[in-house]
């Protein structure tokens, strides 16, 4: 069997940097980036929104020029009228492939074709059919899905001609809120948050009563403390039909990231130089991959080679 | 208006409780099948089918409707566990089945086309968009609306989605985070919600001694919560445990405390909304008479005048309570 040439794609940015940076993220990631799609837009807190929404005409531009496909992913949490709306907008879009993060943009993009976000619940094969019959060309699956059932969603994709795609680095988006935790823990209501979110952009560290590192909390999302590392699943995540890896960006040299997981897909690189390079990449992190193995999401299991 | 314009829907993890609940006025039950297909998939808890038969008939016998939750995701491989659920609900007779999962509601559309449908809390429908998709595509005829919702909001969701029905959530337990839609618990130990039917399972649960005398409560490697031996602790559910961020220590995302709508039933008979709902599927028969008899004069009350809130502190967790999302300073 040939297995279709897997594909990069950078998930959206979750954590809130000044647009500045953002640009000069992007512009860089347009010209350096071995990554084949980029996943715009604020998906986590329409708060942030405001912020780039206007550069994203002219980000969006120099990512197709430099070569990538451009997603436009929607707002994970929907819930006031400009929040219905802004998704009912992205919808309308002509110029991009969408992203739907809830079942509002999900509505929306109904019988035309879009792509599925790991924010919503794809947790087996006939809703997965249901969504292909609604017009989901592509799905990121949900973080806590096992091989097993990732395996079995793959041979639905192949039947219905959906790409299947896995998020393989980055922390994984476990939980969102109507509440802001960052305003919480800095005494703030959302309401009235300053933005303190800016403050973290890996997001901020929520330890235990032990001082042990446990998750993360970016606004009114809460992330994994570490980040998924699945570099050595990725040949299991090929045979089973699995044709994209998502990469979510993370404060540390996203490119150098993308070039790893490409120089692995590609057979250039060894495993146990790429784990190695990963962990010089992203100093003090610790990494996880049991979500995928069967077990608690946090653990770290090697994978059978 | 009459009492039948604001239903009581109230929680029954065995045939007492289910008793309980209809002799202290709930309108209708809601119940589940033993095993994973329902999102309190605790041992001991839940009904056979053989044993749901029985509770419908019951139920019918006094003039009141039951419900079955089948609100987990059917895991990839093993959908017939959730479809024999459904067709189980269907053949006892159920009023209603409350799903979640998009490929379950076509499977029940399909297979039974004259059975209720209601959307679960769980699948976070929170917009007039996707409720109005999901009524049209399956034909959802109540939505139990996600606890994220200020009453405002609620009020306009209910006019914008009608003949749509609402229900939301009146007391118990409290997601913090929007239902359906969390990993925490899975993240720590393999199982959630979505995926097996429970939160911070007690299987994953341990209360260590420590040296100097304090308890620590721990969930699989991580800890929950810690107290001064003696002290009360509550159940160490994950969301509500005190970490550390920001160099501040203590319940980051919330207390340990209880959902209490009740101050609000009277805003949420105005807001047309159809059902209030009570948690606690886990819960004792003693627990389910007395919330449920109090929603009840406290509903009647609202309808015919003379409302006063009820007291239920002896039934919240730590003693506390909280109107969660519906007031807007909760964010």
């Known amino acids: 069997m040939t297995l279709e040439h897997p594909k990069l794609t950078l998930g959206p940015l979750h954590f809130h940097w000044p647009a500045a940076r953002r640009r000069d993220f992007y512009a860089r990631v347009a010209d350096e980036a071995p990554v084949d799609t980029v996943v715009l837009g604020e998906v986590v807190c329409s708060k942030r929104a405001p912020f780039f929404d206007s550069h994203i005409p002219e980000v969006a531009e120099r990512l197709r020029r430099g070569g990538k496909e451009v997603v436009l992913g929607s707002l994970a949490l929907v819930m006031q009228a400009r929040e219905r709306q802004s998704v009912m907008d992205l919808a309308a879009s002509d110029d991009f492939l969408v992203e739907a993060n809830d079942l509002t943009a999900v509505?929306?993009?109904?019988?035309?074709?879009?792509?599925?976000?790991?924010?919503?619940?794809?947790?087996?094969?006939?809703?997965?059919?249901?969504?292909?019959r609604q017009g989901a060309t592509r799905m990121c699956l949900p973080g806590e899905l096992t091989a097993d059932a990732i395996g079995a969603l793959a041979g639905a994709a192949m039947a219905t001609g959906t790409q299947l795609e896995v998020q393989a680095f980055g922390r994984l988006p476990l939980a969102i809120s109507a509440r802001c935790y960052h305003a919480r823990a800095h005494g703030l209501h959302k309401d009235g948050c300053r933005y303190v979110c800016e403050k973290h952009p890996d997001g901020m560290d929520l330890d235990t009563l032990d001082g042990a590192p446990f998750l993360t909390v970016n606004g009114v999302q809460t992330l994994?403390?570490?980040y998924l590392d699945?570099?050595?699943?990725?040949?299991?995540?090929?045979?089973?039909?699995?044709?994209?890896?998502?990469?979510?960006?993370?404060?540390?040299?996203?490119?150098?990231?993308?070039?790893?997981?490409?120089?692995?897909?590609?057979g250039i690189l060894p495993m146990a130089p790429a784990r190695d390079r990963l962990r010089d990449l992203c100093p003090g992190r610790r990494f996880s991959n049991g979500f995928l193995h069967g077990v608690e999401g946090m653990a770290y299991r090697a994978a059978a080679i | 208006m009459t009492t039948a314009s604001l239903s009581l829907v109230c929680p029954a993890g065995t045939p007492a409780a289910l008793d309980a609940a209809v002799e202290a006025g709930a309108d209708a039950v809601y119940c589940g099948f033993a095993d994973a297909t329902n999102a309190?998939?605790?041992?001991?808890?839940?009904?056979?089918?053989?044993?749901?038969?029985?509770?419908?008939?019951?139920?019918?016998?006094?003039?009141?409707?039951?419900?079955?939750?089948?609100?987990?995701?059917?895991?990839?491989?093993?959908e017939?566990?959730?479809?024999?659920?459904?067709?189980?609900?269907?053949?006892?007779?159920?009023?209603?089945?409350?799903?979640?999962?998009?490929?379950?509601?076509?499977?029940?559309?399909?297979?039974?086309?004259?059975?209720?449908?209601?959307?679960?809390?769980?699948?976070?429908?929170?917009?007039?968009?996707?409720?109005?998709?999901l009524a049209q595509t399956f034909g959802v005829q109540r939505v139990v609306l996600?606890?994220?919702?200020?009453?405002?909001?609620?009020?306009?969701?209910?006019?914008?989605?009608?003949?749509?029905?609402?229900?939301?959530?009146?007391?118990?337990?409290?997601?913090?985070?929007?239902?359906?839609?969390?990993?925490?618990?899975?993240y720590v130990t393999g199982q959630s919600p979505n995926t097996h039917g429970v939160c911070s399972p007690a299987g994953a649960v341990q209360f260590r001694r420590e040296p100097g005398g304090d308890v620590t409560a721990r969930l699989g490697d991580v800890t929950i919560d810690r107290h001064p031996a003696g002290a009360p602790a509550g159940y160490p559910t994950l969301c509500k445990g005190r970490f550390r961020a920001n160099a501040t220590t203590g319940y980051l995302f919330e207390e340990p405390t209880s959902l209490n709508a009740a101050e609000h039933i009277p805003g949420l008979i105005r807001a047309g909304v159809r059902a209030l709902k009570i948690e606690g599927r886990q819960r004792g028969r003693a627990y389910v008479a007395r919330v449920v008899g109090e929603f009840r004069r406290a509903i009647d009350a609202a309808v015919t005048g003379g409302f006063t809130v009820p007291d239920l502190a002896s039934e919240m967790e730590?003693?506390?309570?909280?109107?969660?999302?519906?007031?807007?300073?909760?964010?």
């Open chain 2, 80 to 133: 017939a566990i959730w479809h024999r659920a459904v067709d189980s609900a269907a053949e006892a007779g159920a009023d209603a089945v409350i799903l979640a999962d998009l490929g379950l509601l076509a499977y029940a559309q399909a297979t039974h086309p004259s059975l209720r449908l209601h959307l679960s809390v769980q699948a976070a429908a929170s917009t007039p968009e996707a409720i109005r998709y």
């Open chain 1, 230 to 266: 699945l570099l050595g699943d990725l040949g299991r995540l090929r045979a089973l039909g699995v044709s994209r890896f998502r990469l979510s960006p993370q404060d540390c040299d996203m490119v150098a990231v993308a070039e790893t997981f490409r120089a692995v897909l590609d």
């Open chain 2, 40 to 78: 309190r998939n605790f041992p001991g808890l839940n009904f056979s089918p053989v044993e749901m038969r029985a509770a419908v008939a019951r139920t019918h016998r006094a003039g009141r409707s039951l419900y079955i939750a089948i609100n987990t995701f059917p895991r990839a491989g093993e």
């Open chain 1, 107 to 132: 509505a929306a993009c109904a019988g035309q074709p879009h792509a599925i976000g790991p924010m919503v619940a794809v947790y087996n094969p006939s809703t997965l059919e249901l969504m292909a």
């Open chain 1, 224 to 226: 994994s403390g570490s």
């Open chain 2, 146 to 186: 996600p606890r994220v919702l200020t009453l405002a909001e609620v009020t306009e969701l209910t006019a914008a989605v009608a003949p749509v029905e609402t229900e939301v959530f009146a007391f118990g337990g409290m997601c913090v985070m929007a239902e359906g839609r969390c990993q925490l618990s899975s």
């Open chain 2, 318 to 331: 730590g003693g506390r309570a909280t109107a969660g999302a519906y007031d807007r300073r909760w964010r």
